[in-house]
């Protein structure tokens, strides 16, 4: 090898040793001998490296989770029977809230309405053993036909009683509505007589107005209430016969007869009495299409 080539040869390797020094630590032996060598043209260009995509927080992987939603379609099916579902509980839950108006209602209330419907169920019992005596009597009685004609006699005086064609008078109580506004309608007064017949009430006069089976009430002009075809106008006087222990406490329950006129700032007052009088009468009347079906 001659002197030349020897210079060359450790001048080369000088050069790369100095390369090597001088480059940081990530750059590749590769790169320096490539750039130490001078193989490769001075044209060529290293590859650019590629971009590093951006990391993520965890608010982002989050709504990216989210959003766009992906639900299937059994996903929808059960979700609409839950929506149909919730809508029914809601719908029983409020009906059930409004159904009873006893539901606020205090325990003294409650015991004094259960009193009512058993001393109720006592009435009719005691109504039904009294038949049956009277049936046994007839059957038992020497003197049948005699037997018969006072039983008919104390019937004819029950049922003119009750379709007012006589005079009455026992316990009671006396209610009387004052409604200096003319607030109290017909309805009202109905529902006064009806929950006082519920109770046991056996004879009913308001105000000068026997009432009776086919009574009916209307509103009339100037505040005034007509009672078959009577006009008549505050106070509102019931005089009604029957059980006195039954009869009041029947008005004052809760959401009652005495609450709704009260509601409609009408003044109302109820009084016991041990004598009655019911005086008013009602004309008998012939039924026109009504026959008795004994032969």
Known sequence: MSEDENKNKNKNNDEQHRLRKELPDEVTAEAADGA????????????AAEPKAPSLTG????????????VSRAQLIVALLLFVLGLGLA??????????????????????????????????GDEKQR??????????????????????????????????????QGPGITLTISDKKGAVQADMLLDAIQELRAAGAEAIQVNDVRV?????????????????????????VFKVIGKPQDLEPALNIPGGVVQTLEKEQATVTVAQAQKIVVDALRPAKRPDYAQSSSQ
């Open 131 to 168: 038949l049956e005596g009277q049936r046994t009597e007839l059957e038992n009685s020497s003197d049948q036909a005699e037997e018969a004609r006072k039983q008919t006699v104390e019937r004819e005086r029950q049922l003119g009683i009750l379709a007012g064609t006589v005079a009455a």
């Open 91 to 124: 719908i029983q839950v409020r009906s059930n809230s409004d159904s009873s108006a006893l539901r606020g209602a205090r325990q003294e209330d409650l015991v004094r309405i259960l009193d009512e419907l058993d001393d109720r169920t006592q009435r009719l």
């Open 36 to 47: 130490a060598g001078g193989d490769d043209s001075d044209d060529a260009e290293a590859p």
């Open 59 to 70: 608010r982002q992987r989050l709504a990216k989770g989210l959003w766009p939603p992906r």
């Open 212 to 236: 009776v089976a086919d009574t009916y009430l209307t509103d009339a002009s100037g505040g005034r209430v007509s009672v078959d075809g009577h006009k008549i106008g505050e106070p509102f």
